[in-house]
């Protein structure tokens, strides 16, 4: 029997990712095991954003958190786990020690009861073009290690993330799950040799569902060129940019600086740093748009006081990229969740319950038709204004897809 509270978060954690993100894609879902104890090891890249995706997918995960994100009312709302001292925050606890201690305590016995862990062996989060540097604290956990008469041996999983538009609403993201980490090493090695040998796999495994590239300038066109990859296929967003990790092929590299000189054009309009171009007739992008635009207006316009505030803690809240879109969640989806409440309320009242239905309706025709919308709009815009730019554009997308081998399938 599940506990109150955990299923609470199993339900928050899905209507939050729903609700903020346009889809969330899996790849290597296979990887995770259906029975037994798992440590799940997730690359961070969004702040805590990452552990509401990670668990909208595996709602049996528990995460070994900072105890921070749970002294205050509003994050016991957001935030489950088991809770640990950050080495940043452990010079103004004097506790930490033990506290840390009875924390990986519960995290093997959590696993010795065929339980499933998520660790961040980062330990904090970036949108850099590299992971952070791998803690040790999974080692250790894997080491101590011990499942006398579950039957079980510990799966150890490597998860990577990767959003498309990090900071933007109604982005896609891509979760990789990695093959499990075989975790066998000779008896004869000591305590600090196997933990070696455990960590240097661990950050092999993590960096074959993650993407590390130089520089930012580098991880900027890369990002771009494997969303163009995207566009009109059934691509993997992740898988483009494994393909161009490493180099980008010379005759895609001149391209791009040809197509990418032309992005200082006034009134050209981007859609996660692509300008898009029209692929059909502009009479039918009108046509498109003047049956989608109504909807996604009347649904913006329905719930404005809850997308204001979400924009609004996006802009003053956030010290970094990688926490904007926690605050707009933070402050969004309460604001939201009362706002849908005072509007029902209000029609149940009045004796328009049936006001209730189409409310509902449009804010959730409005979601799915946001990024379908904004997409048309930019297209028509370039398409009338940039005409021009469409063959360039298009012969680039079709060279991106001859160059990159199809690993759909």
Not at 42 to 67: C, K, P, Q, T, W
Not at 89 to 98: Q, T, V
Not at 215 to 221: L, N, R, S, V
Not at 327 to 346: K, N, Q, S
């Amino acid at each position: 029997m599940r506990h109150l509270p955990d299923l609470w978060h199993d339900v928050f954690h899905r209507l939050v990712v729903g609700l903020y993100f346009d889809r969330v894609t899996v790849t290597g879902a296979k990887n995770l095991p259906a029975h037994g104890p798992a440590l799940l090891l997730a690359l961070h890249r969004n702040g805590a954003v990452d552990g509401f995706v990670y668990h909208s997918i595996e709602s049996r995960a528990v995460f070994m958190i900072s105890v921070q994100l749970r002294r205050s009312l509003l994050g016991r709302l957001f935030f489950c786990g088991i809770e640990v001292e950050r080495d940043k925050d452990r010079d103004k606890s004097p506790n930490a020690s033990a506290f840390n201690s009875a924390g990986m305590t519960e995290c093997l016995d959590l696993l010795r009861c065929g339980g499933v862990l998520c660790v961040f062996p980062e330990g904090t989060s970036s949108l850099g073009p590299r992971h952070l540097p791998f803690k040790s604290g999974a080692s250790h956990l894997i080491f101590d290690y011990a499942s006398p008469g579950t039957g079980y041996s510990l799966a150890v999983v490597p998860i990577g993330i990767h959003y498309e538009a990090p900071t933007e609403f109604r982005s896609r993201v891509e979760v990789v799950i990695g093959k499990p980490v075989a975790m066998e090493v000779p008896n004869a090695w000591s305590r600090r040799e196997k933990l070696g040998e455990l960590k240097r796999r661990i950050g092999l495994a993590l960096e074959g569902t993650g993407v590390n590239v130089p520089t930012d300038e580098y991880q900027d066109t890369i990002q771009r060129m494997a969303y163009i990859a995207t566009l009109g296929t059934k691509r993997s967003y992740f898988r483009a940019l494994k393909q161009l990790e490493k180099n980008i092929p010379a005759p895609l590299e001149e391209s791009w600086k040809a197509l990418s000189a032309e992005f200082g054009r006034t009134g050209l309009l981007f859609h996660q740093g692509v300008p898009l171009c029209p692929v059909f007739p502009l009479a039918l992008m009108f046509l498109v748009l003047a049956v989608i635009g109504p909807i996604t207006l009347a649904g913006c316009l329905l719930n404005a006081p809850p997308l204001i505030a979400g924009w609004w803690a996006g802009k003053i809240f956030p010290d970094g990229p990688n926490v904007i879109t926690l605050w707009r969640i933070l402050v969004g989806v309460p604001v939201f969740l009362i706002w849908f409440a005072l509007v029902v309320a209000t029609c149940a009242l009045t004796g328009h319950a049936l006001w209730i239905a189409a409310y509902a309706a449009i804010t959730f025709a409005a979601l799915k038709l946001t990024r379908l919308t904004k997409k048309v709009i930019i297209e028509i815009n370039n398409g009338l204004r940039h005409r021009d730019l469409q063959k360039p554009a298009l012969e680039f997308h079709q060279l991106l897809l001859n160059t990159l081998p199809d690993e759909t399938h």
